[in-house]
């Protein structure tokens, strides 16, 4: 018999999934660190593995302030499957970027494995996506935002140092 319930663990992230959204319209991302529990792993495939929350607190507000994370519009839920025994939870996430000025609409998805270790908090969270095609959505929408005179500075460095060179 399972910890937690699936229904409980459903509830926690559907509660997680807010306070992110609330995190994302505010731009401040200090308390995304306290959804997960003071030993928790985070683990991002292109940038590391965070362990902790001052770790993953450090590295969320570095990653989801400045570009390309500071500009998606939001984390929408594609799917979900909950595995009550394992206290998992694994979702399709989008990261939709906003009309770069051409009305082009770019996002590239993500499978999150949440793992839940009650009291509305997580202990392990990975991030599983292809690098190479993120990277390049990035690339895109920070060429056609300068096009459009809709880059700021953070999205002009950003293609400075990997966009194409001509």
């Known amino acids: 018999m399972s910890r937690f319930s699936a229904d409980e663990i459903t509830e926690a992230y559907a509660a997680f999934h807010e306070k992110v959204a609330t995190f ?9 660190a306290d959804l997960f529990t003071e030993d928790a792993l985070y683990v991002e495939r292109a940038m590391g593995t965070f362990r902790g929350r001052e770790e993953i607190r450090a590295w969320s507000v570095r990653t ?9 519009t939001g984390f929408p839920l594609t799917w979900q499957v909950v595995d009550p025994d394992a206290a998992r939870l694994v979702c399709e996430v989008g990261n939709p970027m906003p009309d770069p000025g051409d009305g082009t609409m770019l996002s590239e998805p993500n499978i999150t494995i949440m793992t839940y270790a009650g009291d509305g908090l997580f202990s392990y969270e990975e991030d599983v996506y292809n690098p190479l095609r993120f990277h390049a959505m990035a690339v895109r929408w920070a060429q056609i935002a300068a096009e459009h005179g809709r880059a700021e500075d953070d999205v002009l ?3 400075e140092k990997f966009g194409p060179r001509g």
């Open 24 to 32: 994302q319209e505010s731009g401040d991302w200090h308390g995304y």
């Open 64 to 72: 989801m302030t400045s570009y390309p994370g500071r500009v998606m």
């Open 157 to 159: 460095a950003f293609l």
